[in-house]
């Protein structure tokens, strides 16, 4: 830690910032094994803000981190609904909807006209930035304007969880959630076509079997096996391209590093070190961190699996890839020109992949819950 506080600086270059918050995450570590030794209470040591949606909107909007996603599963949606006169989107995503305005605009122009459009959230989310400043309600009224405006028909839900189970922790409270996702306590209909969205939620359903449960599977594996149940038009999954589910810590290291490099790199290209913008960015990036290097067992809820692993425990759950078409990879890449020239794209497989520098970064995968006719 010595070495590491020489290095550290959270005004210097990328690896010098980048140190710094592992160094506050392994202190932070420490202080968990021997509190008194370290005189630490136990709490995080990681300030967490909550945006305004102004806010948010400048926080996608500053790298394609999240827009890459957004933009080629609204594309995939968008295709997949094709003559569809009612579409139903159950949305698992930690970003408040911010992802819909774009695709409620693009139902709008539809020659043949909008669909009516529902959009269902759980009310559970894990409490990891972004955090917003306003209720999943409050959220919903917002789209419900904007649907308006655009004349798309439009409805919002939220899926509640049990009142008993309020200040249990998001595994207890989505563990509670999928026994209520069902067709019929969602309110599913013959005549909409379903639309299963998740951007960067997988990561926080545990991977780790529980030998206790009553079919001897993974939080993860389970959600999968229920909405594939609920029988989507399609189910579009994006998350960050890393492999931080090992249980050695050196390796969770070096991975979460070479992966978290790369946010921390953009930045450097296009803000001062002392923009409060880039500051502020950073630190809401320290939660990640902090929960893969100073936690274990289930309180590790950062749990990121590769693309080409995620890949494979779709197919394994028994879904079939829909490739992303041509119109899709042309948006993508426009969306790329808007930032620096060190982003690109590629296809890998079944995935869509970002990159910066080269460094894959985000991959978008698309699914289909019954093979596709040639």
């Known amino acids: 830690m010595w070495v590491l506080n020489n290095v550290a600086s959270t005004v210097g270059d990328t690896n010098q910032r980048l140190t710094s918050w592992f160094l506050r995450a392994l202190i932070s570590r420490a202080s968990r094994i021997c509190p008194t030794a370290m005189n630490f209470n136990g709490g995080s040591m990681f300030r967490r803000r909550l945006m305004t949606v102004t806010e948010l909107a400048g926080y996608v909007d500053l790298i394609p981190w999240h827009r890459f996603g957004f933009c080629a599963s609204n594309s995939a ?71 308006k405006f655009r004349d798309v028909p439009f409805e919002f839900h939220v899926k509640d969880d049990d009142p008993c189970l309020s200040n249990e922790s998001f595994v207890v409270l989505f563990e509670s959630l999928l026994t209520h996702l069902t067709r019929s306590e969602l309110d599913l209909r013959e005549d909409e076509a379903l639309v299963i969205n998740c951007q960067n939620w997988l ?12 079919h001897n599977i993974s939080l993860r ?38 992966y978290l490099w790369i946010p921390f790199d953009t930045l450097e ?62 948006e993508v890449k426009s969306l790329l020109y808007e930032h620096a020239s060190g982003w690109g794209m590629k296809r890998e497989e079944d995935t869509m992949v970002l990159t910066w520098k080269g460094h894959n970064s985000v991959f978008a995968t698309a699914w289909a819950s019954t093979e596709l006719e040639d």
């Open 77 to 147: 949606i968008f295709k997949a609904v094709e003559g569809c006169t009612k579409v139903h989107i159950l949305d698992f995503s930690i970003t408040h909807c911010i992802q819909w305005p774009t695709l409620i605009d693009a139902l709008a122009k539809r020659p043949e006209g909008p669909p009516s459009l529902r959009i269902t959230v759980p009310s559970c989310r894990p409490q990891v930035p972004p955090l917003l400043n306003m209720s999943k309600k409050e959220v919903g009224l917002r789209l419900a304007n904007f649907a």
């Open 203 to 214: 990561r926080y359903l545990s991977d780790e079997t529980k030998l206790n449960s009553a």
């Open 221 to 258: 594996d389970a959600f999968l096996d229920i909405i594939k149940g609920l029988n989507p038009r399609i189910t579009v999954v994006v998350d960050d391209d890393s492999d931080l589910t090992a249980p050695s810590l050196s390796s969770r290291i070096t991975t979460c590093f070479n």
């Open 269 to 330: 290209t296009f803000l001062p070190k002392d923009s409060s913008q880039r500051l502020e960015f950073e630190s809401d990036n320290s939660h990640k961190i902090e929960n893969i290097i100073g936690f274990e067992e289930f309180q590790r809820i950062e749990r990121l699996e590769s693309g080409t692993k995620l890949s494979q425990r779709m197919k394994n759950a028994g879904f079939f890839n829909l490739p992303f078409c041509e119109d899709t990879i042309n």
